[in-house]
Each structure stands twice: as structure tokens, then as C-alpha cells.
């Protein structure tokens, strides 16, 4: 998913993140000085196997239990045990859900393709215009068919409009009806903004990660993406990539390719985009494809320089979902960002 934020000039002050040897339990030691604070990391042992941590601004020790199993399925969703489930039970290792014109309180008890209005499901709204009745109005995109986002009571495809086309819901700069992601002043923004200079692109603040697409009558504003503060032992920050760098351009064609395919109805309407829903309808290799993607999109700058500590600590996921997407297709790809902002006449 794409975001876009205000402008923040400040530089940045990045932890610092190395690794060292265990001492007694402690993994994560944050050790400040006059200027700065160094982020230490050390694995733990096998008897005591999970380091807890949730913003990592505190020190954390580790622990012999590891994540309690939420309640965060939808129907549709796969399950192992009924505590998987939101609100319903597991059968067959798939969360169920209320069939249409029964009775609910929330659309997440609804099965698949349905919502919860009026206290009764319902299916979701098609794509198109209302034609001015209210009762078909959107509010929400889970109120669309799982390939629709809603914009001002209507239901439109993601990823539909290109360049110049109008939206009505543009909101920090972001609209998933854009092909690109991104708008500005109602207007869709180009899928081909590139950054001004090679990726990645270490930054001191916002003012560094700067694309010179739009740089001329009529279109004279300036496009930034963000400088996020990475996982590495300098304590540098990143930039974040824009829609027509290479790998934020892959995540773009894999995302809208889960949008257009059949599966994807499959999935609850809140569930659209999990990956455990993913995994379960769409094909093999096309689900590895996302997953690395969308993760990339998600911890761009943290993953830049990273040691093995860091990798199997805090980005774990991750570099599970690159060597499983790598292995299967036999060789190595970048990276990518996901966070914009939009300046005007800067």
C-alpha cells in the first residue's frame, strides 16, 4: 500500500544497530550517549528462545515463550483452531462467516463477498455509479467488491486511472485508484516519477529524496519521497523509492495483478490484502512474488545494510519471504519503498 506524508525537514537522528554476544538474557540494549543512542542486538539461546519487542525503544530480555495465537481471521480466511477466528469457528481449516440476509453487527461476520448493513449481510457494492441512490452509497472501501476502492459513494477498480485523470478522494496525496498511487490536487499523479538520483539514496531528511519529474510548466510542484531511518550499524536513513523506480514499479504490476485476478473474491472483504489469505487462493509462485514485494514495500529503508543479527531478529519475514521468492525463480532483485509526500511550488 502507498502513503504519503507531510513534509519533514528535521534531519534525522537514527539509532545506530549492531550486534554483539549475549550477556545473561538482555537482547535488544539501547546505550545512549550525549548525541546519540546505539541499538544492540544479540540473539538469543535455545532455552530461552523470543525477544519481545514491539517499538524498540526499550531495552528487551528474552523470554521462553513466543507469540500468543490472535484472533485476527476473517471468514475465508485459513485457521488452525477456533481462537484464529474473529468471530467465528474454524472448520476445515478455513474461518466461517454469516451466509446472506442473516442477521450481523459488524461485516467482519459476514462470509466472503458480503457486508454488514442494516444489521444484515449484504453483498458488497459493484463497481460504478450509485445513480444517486443512497442506500448504495460506499463509505468504506470494504464496502466494495474486494477489486473496488471508494471514492466520494462510488466503487472503482484499483489502479485504474492513469495520469491526469480526476479522483475524488485525494487524501495526503494518496489515491489506490491511480495507477501510480498517487495524486495531487484531485489529479492522478504519473506511474513514471523517478527518483532524481540512483537508489538507494541515503538522506539527512525529506529534502534529499527528490524527484525532478515534474519540474516545468504546467506541472510545477516538486515530488519528495521519505527519508526513514534504517537497521544499520551507521545509523543512516534511506530513501523511500517512488512509482517509476525499478522495484517500487514491481510491487505496483504485482499489486494490481492480485486486484484483477478471480482470487482475490475469494478473500474477506478486510482480507483483501493478508497475506495468509494470498497464500491461500492465489497461485505458488504468484503469492511468493507478493509477499517479497509487499514486505519490501513495507521496510525499505530499514533493510539497507543490515547484519545477520538484524536479519534474523527483526526483519525475519522478510528475508524468509526473499530467499523462498529467489529460490523459486533462481535470482536476485532489489528493493523497493512505499511512503510519498507531495510539496506544491516548493
Known amino acids: 500500500m ?21 550477556l545473561g538474557l538482555s537482547c535488544i540494549s539501547l546505550i545512549s550517549s550525549v548525541n546519540s543512542t546505539t541499538m544492540n542486538l544479540a540473539e538469543c539461546p535455545n532455552e530461552f ?20 495465537t490472535q484472533s485476527t481471521s476473517y471468514p475465508g ?35 466472503p463477498g458480503y457486508r454488514c448493513d442494516q444489521n444484515y449481510c449484504k453483498s458488497l457494492l459493484f463497481i460504478g455509479y450509485n445513480n444517486g441512490n443512497r442506500n448504495m452509497n460506499c463509505t468504506t472501501d470494504y464496502e466494495c467488491v474486494n477489486n473496488g476502492v471508494c471514492d466520494n459513494g462510488n466503487c472503482y477498480k484499483y489502479y485504474s486511472k492513469g495520469e491526469g485523470l480526476t479522483v475524488g478522494n485525494c487524501v495526503n496525496g494518496v489515491s489506490l ?5 498517487l495524486c495531487y490536487n484531485g489529479i492522478c499523479l504519473s506511474k513514471n516519477v ?12 525529506n529534502l534529499d529524496c527528490i524527484s525532478d519529474y515534474y519540474n516545468s510548466p504546467p506541472n510545477e510542484f516538486t515530488v519528495y519521497s521519505e527519508c ?49 489469505c494470498i497464500k491461500k487462493y492465489w497461485s505458488d509462485s504468484k503469492y511468493k512474488e507478493y509477499a517479497y514485494y509487499s514486505m519490501y514495500a513495507a521496510n525499505y529503508p530499514q533493510i539497507q545494510g543490515n547484519q545477520e543479527c538484524v536479519k534474523k531478529m ?7 519471504a526473499q530467499e523462498e521468492y529467489q529460490s523459486s525463480r533462481g535470482f536476485d532483485l532489489g528493493v523497493l519503498g512505499s511512503l510519498f509526500y507531495i510539496i506544491y511550488g516548493f
Not at 528462545?49 to 500468543?68: A, E, R, V
Not at 485508484?177 to 498511487?181: A, D, L, P, Q
Not at 523517478?194 to 531528511?205: G, L, W
Not at 527483526?314 to 524468509?320: A, C, M, N, P, R
Request: charged share 20%; with cysteine; hydrophobic share 25%.
Open 314 to 320: 527483526l526483519l525475519s519475514e522478510f528475508y524468509d
Open 177 to 181: 485508484i491511480c495507477e501510480s498511487g
Open 2 to 22: 502507498l502513503f504519503l506524508l507531510p513534509l519533514v525537514v528535521a534531519s534525522q537522528n537514527c539509532k545506530p544497530t549492531s550486534c554483539q554476544d549475549i
Open 228 to 276: 526513514q531511518c534504517g537497521f544499520n550499524k551507521d545509523g543512516l536513513a534511506y530513501c523511500t523509492q517512488f512509482p517509476g523506480d525499478d522495484i517500487q514499479s514491481k510491487y505496483l504490476k504485482i499489486a494490481k495483478e492480485w486486484t484483477e485476478s478471480n482470487d482475490i473474491f475469494k478473500c474477506h472483504s478486510y482480507s483483501r490484502f493478508k497475506l495468509d
Open 77 to 111: 480466511d485459513p485457521c488452525d483452531t477456533n481462537r484464529t477466528c474473529v468471530y467465528s469457528d474454524c472448520i476445515d481449516h478455513v474461518c466461517q462467516g454469516i451466509p446472506s440476509s442473516v442477521a450481523c453487527n459488524d461485516t467482519g461476520q459476514c462470509t
Open 194 to 205: 523517478i527518483s532524481k538520483s540512483s537508489t538507494p539514496i541515503p538522506c539527512q531528511s
Open 49 to 68: 528462545p523470543y525477544c519481545p519487542f514491539t517499538d524498540l525503544t526499550f531495552d528487551s530480555t528474552c523470554i521462553t515463550m513466543g507469540k500468543t
